[in-house]
């Protein structure tokens, strides 16, 4: 528990001092990116394939985090394919753990199509042209990841891993709402400490 208060914590500092000063914000947010890592191999006592498959969706998050600490168009695109990555990543390890249920995947896969579309739609009149196509697959991957995330708990239920993954989805939003419609603060106070929760989840559970 000192842990996760200690990551949660983190996060929330980045997100006061991000605007005001980036070193300090930088430096809190890479610090809970590391303690996130640093949780999952401190917490395994005997490494399976899932771990390791965990681990580097986490190494991709964390160069994501990297990326998005800094501004400008560049960094933004650079972070968006790690976290792409780390989404990819992240649903072959739930697809290691599990085997997938077919009715869950057809259920979580007409959500997450709808969630999509509401998404996209919703950027349209934000987002420059130029980011149509990466946004689309971006949402599509991260869309795949929460569904895998549902429909391979079968047996071996934990409910850990389809809240990590709808919670780093809500957080997503936050990022794109704060990058395309309306930056504030408050974008990155709820959006930060919500998507170390679920990168804590998703760790917890390797």
Do not use: C
Request: glycine fraction near 8%.
């Amino acid at each position: 528990m000192i842990w996760v208060a200690a990551v949660i914590a983190l996060a929330l500092g980045a997100a006061v001092f991000e605007d005001a000063n980036s070193h300090v914000g930088r430096f809190l947010k890479m610090s809970a990116s590391t303690a996130v890592i640093g949780f999952l191999v401190w917490s395994t006592q005997d490494p399976s394939p899932y771990m390791w498959v965990l681990l580097g969706a986490l190494i991709l998050s964390w160069a994501g985090d990297l990326a998005l600490s800094f501004e400008g168009r560049r960094a933004f695109i650079v972070g968006l394919g790690a976290f792409a990555g780390a989404h990819v990543v992240y649903a072959g390890a739930f697809i290691v753990r599990g085997s997938i249920d077919p009715v869950i995947l057809v259920m979580s896969a007409a959500v997450m199509v709808a969630f999509g579309t509401v998404i996209l739609k919703w950027l349209a009149p934000h987002r420059p042209d130029e980011l149509r196509m990466p946004l689309v697959v971006y949402v599509v991957v991260i869309s795949v990841m929460v569904v895998a995330a549902f429909a391979t708990q079968g047996d071996a239920l934990d409910v850990r891993i389809p809240l990590g993954a709808v919670a780093f989805a809500a957080s997503d939003v936050l990022v794109a709402r704060q990058q395309f419609v309306a930056k504030t603060r408050w974008n990155r106070i709820v959006g930060l400490p919500l998507y170390f929760a679920a990168q804590l989840l998703l760790a917890a559970s390797g």
